[in-house]
């Protein structure tokens, strides 16, 4: 079965957002929780969720909340969906209002990761069962990519690309961009890839993931630099631009972020200095840019896809197991790949963004087929 991508607008969810965060609307109280035998056939009938997300200002955040509500409606189930607003104050009074409205689940995607400790306190004192997404929240099972798995997949593919071109450590100089406000679990996964790549650019100095930490800048000179891209169009042009003034006009260019918008800034900001010619860029997430900018383009070349916009039937699957008072382990992955210009079409239709179908689910994630609800979607191998 074929599942196009959900594209529903980006008001519909900040209008529900507002109405959350100003304390004028919650989710309906829990206590609705189906039997075990409803959660293995994909029936939510009577659950209700709540779902917060980083910022509605990210258009990858309020595409996978539309993707997250459609699908739990679709299965029977209620969502709420709260905008964390960017910033640790809004995520900590989104906590107590879901914390409020008593939902038999709370999905927490942090804006920040130094008040997830607060906040998963708040939800261990209710005794409400929670699920944290991307960012580790205390006391919540968490949903993410294995983020040095992946960026090792990415760094072959990109020194893969680099070897084709002609470009080393002589000629070309790698940036990594973190996004700070999400912490050291989300960035790692550029550190990983800067350490995975060190070991594979003929010339380059070899440098561990730990060696390059949150306020670093140079990480090797003229070979290596880390900057601040953020999680934006806005934040990732910017930073593009400062630093590229600091990298001579005659070397070749490798960037990679944490974030397919951050991406779009990034390409930006190469057109606007005239260095596309020089350049090429890895994204993370697999939205409709990227797919686009790889088909059709020869700057924005890789992708570490987690099929960012589908994690919604996975999170829907982890929080039926949940519900059903299953053994979650701590971390649960979804499918992982690196896009690139000959595969893109193995798992989208030719042009377009429709899923045709998913790669397995790792080994550790697997106990999410037997709530019978990915089968409902059949996008992914293995929910047979």
């Known amino acids: 079965m074929r599942k196009p991508a959900f594209r529903l607008t980006a008001v519909a969810v900040i209008a529900v957002a507002g109405l959350v965060t100003a304390g004028c609307a919650g989710g309906t109280t829990g206590g609705g929780a189906a039997t075990d035998s409803a959660l293995a056939s994909g029936d939510l009938t009577g659950l209700n969720f709540a779902f917060a997300i980083p910022t509605s200002a990210a258009e990858v955040y309020v595409n996978q909340a539309d993707t997250f509500v459609k699908q739990a409606e679709e299965l029977g189930a209620t969502v709420t969906v709260y905008d964390n607003a960017g910033d640790a104050a809004t995520m900590l009074s989104n906590a107590d209002l879901m914390v409020a409205a008593a939902p038999d689940v709370i999905i927490e995607f942090p804006s920040v990761a130094d008040a997830t400790t607060r906040v998963g306190q708040k939800f261990t004192d209710a005794g409400i069962p929670c699920i944290a997404v991307n960012v580790p929240v205390e006391g919540c099972p968490l949903f993410n990519f294995d983020q040095p798995y992946l960026s090792g997949l990415g760094a072959t593919a990109m020194a893969e690309q680099m070897a084709t071109r002609g470009w080393d450590a002589s000629n070309t100089t790698v940036v990594i961009g973190q996004a700070s406000e999400l912490g050291a679990s989300v960035n790692i996964a550029a550190t990983a890839f800067y350490a995975a790549l060190s070991e594979k650019v003929p010339g380059m100095t070899k440098v561990s993931s730990?060696?390059?930490?949150?306020?670093?800048?140079?990480?090797?000179?003229?070979?290596?630099?880390?900057?601040?891209?953020?999680?934006?169009?806005?934040?990732?042009?910017?930073?593009?631009?400062?630093?590229?003034?600091?990298?001579?006009?005659?070397?070749?260019?490798?960037?990679?972020?944490?974030?397919?918008?951050?991406?779009?800034?990034?390409?930006?900001?190469?057109?606007?200095?005239?260095?596309?010619?020089?350049?090429?860029?890895?994204?993370?997430?697999?939205?409709?840019?990227?797919?686009?900018?790889?088909?059709?383009?020869?700057?924005?070349?890789?992708?570490?896809?987690?099929?960012?916009?589908?994690?919604?039937?996975?999170?829907?699957?982890?929080?039926?197991?949940?519900a059903a008072g299953a053994d979650i382990p701590d971390l649960t992955s979804p499918p992982m790949v690196i896009l690139e210009k000959d595969n893109v079409d193995t798992f989208f239709?030719?042009?377009?963004?429709?899923?045709?179908?998913?790669?397995?689910?790792?080994?550790?994630?697997?106990?999410?087929?037997?709530?019978?609800?990915?089968?409902?979607?059949?996008?992914?191998?293995?929910?047979?």
Not at 367 to 373: Q, R
């Open 210 to 322: 730990d060696d390059i930490q949150p306020t670093t800048t140079v990480i090797t000179p003229d070979q290596g630099l880390q900057g601040d891209l953020g999680l934006t169009i806005d934040s990732g042009y910017d930073a593009t631009l400062t630093a590229l003034q600091t990298i001579p006009k005659d070397r070749n260019v490798v960037i990679y972020t944490v974030s397919d918008d951050t991406t779009v800034g990034v390409l930006r900001a190469l057109d606007n200095q005239g260095r596309t010619a020089q350049a090429m860029v890895s994204g993370y997430g697999g939205s409709t840019d990227a797919l686009s900018n790889i088909r059709n383009g020869d700057v924005w070349v890789t992708e570490q896809m987690g099929f960012f916009a589908y994690w919604g039937e996975f999170l829907l699957s982890m929080a039926a197991a949940t």
């Open 349 to 384: 239709e030719p042009g377009t963004d429709t899923l045709t179908e998913m790669p397995e689910l790792p080994d550790s994630s697997k106990y999410l087929y037997d709530t019978g609800i990915l089968q409902k979607f059949g996008n992914i191998a293995g929910a047979e």
